[in-house]
């Protein structure tokens, strides 16, 4: 009796099953015939940055904790308004663009990590002109000491991205020295979320995913569940909301430099120059440049941190030559080399190079 029932329950299952996948291949084939696509949502979408192309190339690998980080072992170009630029980017084998470094450090080495941005990982710069490599060349030259920095920079990031990285990555480099350089993306227009609202599945089982992606079906059913979620927002870019507001960002920056605190690290901020306006960049923020960088600036005064006031520097150079021609809210690598200087001279009058 119980073989009886056990075989019939398997087979209203297979039958279930197989009823499932008839409905949706039939489907799947009426959408395909009338030629009917739906726009796959992005949860992950910020106003002027999206990480969406990034997942579909294999750039980024999606993490549930710090929305998304590029994928290791790589190297990958940009594109720029249809234009593939001729630069290549190495990522290492943790994801970061730079050599690799083992978590261990030499006791004789003095370590700083650089955590930021674009402008930290050197969007439009060579891998060999961004400003932390600078700044070890120029350590190393002026110094004459054992020097290693760290480009932690991942570009899109905002300070609660880099909160979390430092926190659960970076914190095991046991750096001597961090430097925080954020602000433009925690003042750029969220997309319907916060950065704090935003969720991204884990990479595990990413596989499976990016296959129904492809199913017009699929998509269906994620645009409805999108629309539900948002059923409550308004269906539009919201300016006013910031991926990570100025309050949030200042916690943030607290939450860092209590980590710094208990651990013996120290602490340098960097503000943000104000990029020449240009349609070709529409991420280019002049009021968030105003607004976070007094933040920092009252920040710093609070914990007694020394500030790389790049805001005030940029305007001693000519545009054209610190700012990127294509990518005019980021520096050359003029403007990198500028940037390394100005932490050089922090560095050398706080005494701690």
């Known amino acids: 009796m119980k073989t009886e029932k056990s075989r019939l329950l398997k087979l209203r299952l297979l039958t279930s099953v197989v009823s499932v996948v008839l409905f949706w291949a039939v489907l799947e084939f009426i959408l395909a015939l009338c030629e009917i696509n739906f726009k796959k949502p992005v949860s992950l979408f910020f106003y002027g940055f999206s990480v969406a192309t990034g997942f579909e190339s294999g750039t980024y690998l999606r993490d549930p904790d710090l929305l998304w980080k590029y994928r290791p072992n790589q190297k990958m170009s940009i594109v720029l308004q249809g234009e593939t630029l001729p630069r290549e980017y190495s990522i290492n084998s943790r994801g970061l663009r730079d050599n690799d470094h083992v978590y261990e450090k030499n006791p004789d080495c003095l370590r700083i990590v650089c955590l930021g941005d674009s402008w930290t990982w050197g969007s439009g710069a060579d891998q ?66 916060t950065d704090r609202e935003q969720t991204s599945y884990p990479e595990k089982g990413g596989m499976i995913r990016n296959i129904l992606q492809k199913s017009r079906v699929y998509q269906f059913m994620d645009t409805s569940i999108l629309f539900v979620r948002l059923r409550n927002r308004k269906m539009e870019f919201d300016k006013s909301l910031e991926r990570v507001s100025p309050k949030e960002f200042q916690e943030n920056l607290s939450s860092i430099m209590e980590i710094a605190v208990q651990k013996g690290i120290k602490v340098v901020v960097l503000n943000y120059p104000l990029p020449p306006q240009s349609e070709k960049d529409r991420h280019a923020p002049v009021d968030g440049t105003f607004v976070y960088n007094r933040v920092v600036r009252q920040w710093a005064d609070t914990y007694h941190v020394p500030v790389v006031d790049n805001y005030s520097v940029f305007k001693r150079y000519d545009p054209e030559a610190v700012f990127h021609p294509m990518f005019d809210a980021h520096p050359s690598n003029e403007g990198h080399r500028v940037i390394a200087e100005e932490l050089f001279k922090v560095l050398s009058d706080k005494g701690w190079i």
């Not at 932690?152 to 750096?175: D, M, T």
């Open 128 to 193: 060999d002109k961004v400003y932390p490599k600078v700044l070890e060349k120029i350590i190393r030259e002026k110094s004459g000491i054992k020097i290693e920095v760290i480009n932690a920079g991942v570009a899109g990031y905002s300070s609660l991205q880099g909160l979390r990285f430092f926190r659960n990555e970076l914190i095991k480099y046991r750096p001597d020295i961090i430097t925080l350089f954020f602000g433009m993306d925690d003042s750029a227009p969220a997309y319907f979320y």
